[in-house]
């Protein structure tokens, strides 16, 4: 399994947009990129899947390079909210997915 | 469609007594996964299970632990003689087993079933 790398913590204010870059240098051909969101004593909830270029859902953005080493995930106009840690997971197929330590993210007013 | 359920929420334990933590996975998910997060840390993969089957189970200790999904009825992670190094949050996920999925299924978490053993 790929191993990620992420920034442990991001702080930002309400209504910025927030980029969490991820770093996966030894991703498989038949890796994807997904990405987890977890709030304070719950489990972690699906954000957004890709493969390649640019994925687009109703709460986030994916953006991954052709060389599909990183990541980055775009959350538009965070509210307080959207504090949570923020996991980047890599794998194919009914692998299991291994969660690092993730990013916790703090929105301030 | 009721999400993936967890009992109990809470659970306190003795040294040397044994926890039983269940799940019930998402109406028609065939797989099941279960999770241990210690405080301030991410998620660590035990077992990965299907029905009457267990997949992967290399994220689980050799000793005191174990885990089943039967036919009928919820998955069940067992410890056996708890330790105080056993206190952690547990977490259990489910996912539809669809086949021909092309990228790795979203797993959809219970709340969690938090163990303390004294």
């Known amino acids: 399994l790929a191993k990620t790398t992420q920034p442990i913590s991001m702080d930002s204010y309400e209504g910025q947009e927030v980029n969490i870059t991820c770093s996966h240098n030894?991703?498989?051909?038949?890796?994807?990129i997904t990405w987890y969101q977890q709030f304070p004593s719950q489990g972690p909830r699906f954000i957004i899947q890709?493969?390649?270029t640019k994925v687009t859902n109703e709460v986030a953005s994916l953006f991954i390079p052709a060389d599909r080493k990183s990541s980055t995930l775009s959350l538009p106009r965070v509210s307080l909210s959207d504090t949570a840690v923020y996991y980047c997971?890599?794998?194919?197929?009914?692998?299991?997915?291994?969660f690092g330590t993730g990013t916790k993210l703090q929105v301030i007013p | 469609n009721a999400g993936v359920m967890q009992n109990p929420r809470h659970l306190v334990r003795r040294r040397g007594q044994e926890a039983r933590l269940r799940c019930s996975p998402m109406?028609?998910?065939?797989?099941v996964y279960w999770y241990r997060q210690l405080p301030e840390e991410g998620l660590k993969f035990m077992v990965y299970?299907?029905?009457?089957?267990?997949?992967?189970e290399s994220g689980m200790p050799k000793e005191r632990f174990s885990a089943e999904f039967p036919k009928e009825g919820p998955s069940i992670l067992r410890i056996q003689q708890v330790v105080r190094g056993d206190s952690a949050a547990y977490f259990c996920?489910?996912?539809?087993?669809?086949?021909?999925?092309?990228?790795?299924?979203?797993?959809?978490f219970g709340p969690g079933t938090r163990l303390l053993v004294l």
């Open positions: 030894n991703i498989a051909t038949n890796d994807y």
């Open positions: 890709g493969y390649k």
């Open positions: 299970l299907q029905k009457e089957n267990i997949i992967d």
């Open positions: 996920a489910s996912s539809p087993g669809t086949s021909g999925s092309r990228g790795p299924e979203t797993q959809y």
């Open positions: 109406k028609g998910h065939s797989h």
């Open positions: 997971l890599v794998g194919g197929g009914y692998q299991k997915v291994t």
